[in-house]
């Protein structure tokens, strides 16, 4: 199994970035999928979820308006679009596939806001 994220970077405050998160190696369509991030020097927190037919999003208060998650099952991939990006979304963000019975996670790509 792997999820493999791709698309961070540094970015000025106000720019956008898109991350993506390829899978392989399970059935893709039956997972949930979100996307996490950990902060330096903090907890590890919930940045938006997708249902497995994408019909449904959910997302942190901290990023309402401003991030996009939405998934490709014909390609295995689930994206973040980060729109407005501010200093305090700097964090290493991961992919996470959560079933019945299994949880993956991504090896996670660095978001840099900064000027």
């Known amino acids: 199994v792997q999820l493999v994220e791709s698309g961070g970077g540094l970015v000025q405050p106000g720019g956008s970035l898109r991350l993506s998160c390829a899978a392989s190696?399970?059935?893709?369509?039956?997972?949930?999928m979100s996307w996490y991030r950990q902060p330096p020097g903090k907890e590890r927190e919930l940045v938006a979820t997708v249902t497995s037919g994408g019909d449904s999003t959910n997302y942190a208060d901290s990023v309402k308006g401003r991030f996009t998650i939405s998934r490709d099952n014909a390609h295995n991939t689930v994206y973040l679009q980060m729109n407005s990006l501010k200093p305090e979304d700097t964090a290493v963000y991961y992919c996470?596939?959560?079933?019945?019975?299994?949880?993956?996670w991504g090896q996670g790509t660095q978001v840099t806001v900064s000027s």
């Open positions: 190696a399970f059935t893709f369509s039956s997972y949930i």
């Open positions: 996470n596939a959560r079933g019945r019975v299994r949880n993956y």
